[in-house]
Every structure is written in structure tokens, then in C-alpha cells.
């Protein structure tokens, strides 16, 4: 598995970041999915999961609402839509997979991770 992530970049306050996850090798059907974020000096923090066919997702309670996580299995890709950026949520974001059909928050138990891709979020 070899997880890239697309889509960072330098929006305003306010803005809209689309980020993609995906994998010209692997079968990401067969991962739970997920997006961690890492601000500098702060630790990786969980973002969201979704399950491997979609059904389920679960965010962080302060990107609840403005982020929604989807995937397209037949395409390959997981995705992360932002709105309403705020300054704090600029950082590193890290799609991983895990391989358990069980979801979790801990970034330790996911198996595989993306090279990471990055938010600014300018005020």
C-alpha cells in the first residue's frame, strides 16, 4: 500500500479545500480510511474515518460539520471536503488505512500512511 495524498494548499479563513487520497497499487476497499492532521509543534491529531464501503463516518468533534469524508471505491480515492476553514485547522493531513473492519480514532492502529499533504489557512 502506498497511500498519496493531494489536494493542500494555502486558502483564506473562510475557504474550501478539497483533499484526495489515493493509491495506483492498492484496493482501498478493503481499508477503513482515514485522515489525521499534525500542526506544527502540536501532536497528530484524528480527523476522520469512514468505513470500507462508505456507510460510516465519524469525525473530530471541531471539524464536525464542516468536513465531510467520502470515498469512491471505484475509483480508488478518499476524500476530505473542507469548508469554513479556520486558522486552526492548518497542518500536515495524513490519509491512512487501516485493515481491521474495525474503525478507530488511534493513529497507531492504522497500518499504512500518506506522504501528507499541506493546509495553510491565512486569516
Known sequence: VQLQASG???VQAGG???LTC???GSTLSSYIMAWF???PGKEREFVSWISRNGGETYYEVSVKDRFTISRDNAKNTVCLQMNSLKAEDAAVYYCAARQSP???TLGSLYDYWG???LVTVSS
Open 8 to 10: 493542500g494548499g494555502l
Open 16 to 18: 474550501s479545500l478539497r
Open 22 to 24: 489515493t493509491d495506483s
Open 37 to 39: 492532521r499534525q500542526a
Open 102 to 104: 474495525y474503525a478507530t
Open 115 to 117: 506522504q501528507g499533504t
